[in-house]
């Protein structure tokens, strides 16, 4: 029996990097997008080492470039890393998530495809 690699990559459409003018928020959390794709994105932003990971969350997101705003993106939590805290006494850290977009609009489809066309960086994401 062959068994997948651990690196095998399982997602169904390439992710692409933004500017950082593309900025990503939900009701208590504000950050920055890494990378993106139809199917999900990944974001990191600050919280307190124990604050609660959730396993999903509802985000948005705006280009402070174009105005380009999208929110009540329902989005299943994939992966959560936390960083080291930002200084040995802090409680503060980054936090990185994988999501997956889940029950998406057609409209949100729409918007994202927009997006994508728009604002993606013209290299893709290389896979870790």
């Known amino acids: 029996?062959?068994?997948?690699?651990?690196?095998?990559?399982?997602?169904?459409?390439?992710?692409?990097?933004?500017?950082?003018?593309?900025?990503v928020f939900s009701h208590d959390t504000f950050g920055q997008i890494m990378d993106i794709s139809k199917s999900g994105l990944a974001y990191r932003y600050l919280t307190a080492r124990d604050d609660t990971k959730l396993?999903?969350?509802?985000?948005?997101?705006?280009?402070?470039?174009?105005?380009?705003?999208?929110?009540?993106?329902?989005c299943k939590i994939i992966r959560s890393n936390d960083s080291t805290p930002l200084h040995p006494s802090s409680n503060t850290l980054i936090r990185t998530n994988g999501v997956e977009f889940t029950q998406l609009t057609d409209e949100q489809r729409s918007f994202l495809d927009s997006f994508l066309?728009?604002?993606?960086?013209?290299?893709?994401?290389?896979?870790?």
């Open 1 to 23: 029996m062959v068994h997948p690699s651990p690196h095998t990559e399982r997602r169904r459409h390439p992710r692409y990097a933004v500017g950082d003018n593309v900025l």
């Open 55 to 74: 396993p999903d969350v509802e985000l948005g997101f705006l280009n402070t470039e174009n105005g380009f705003y999208i929110d009540k993106l329902y």
């Open 117 to 128: 066309n728009q604002n993606i960086a013209s290299i893709q994401v290389s896979t870790p």
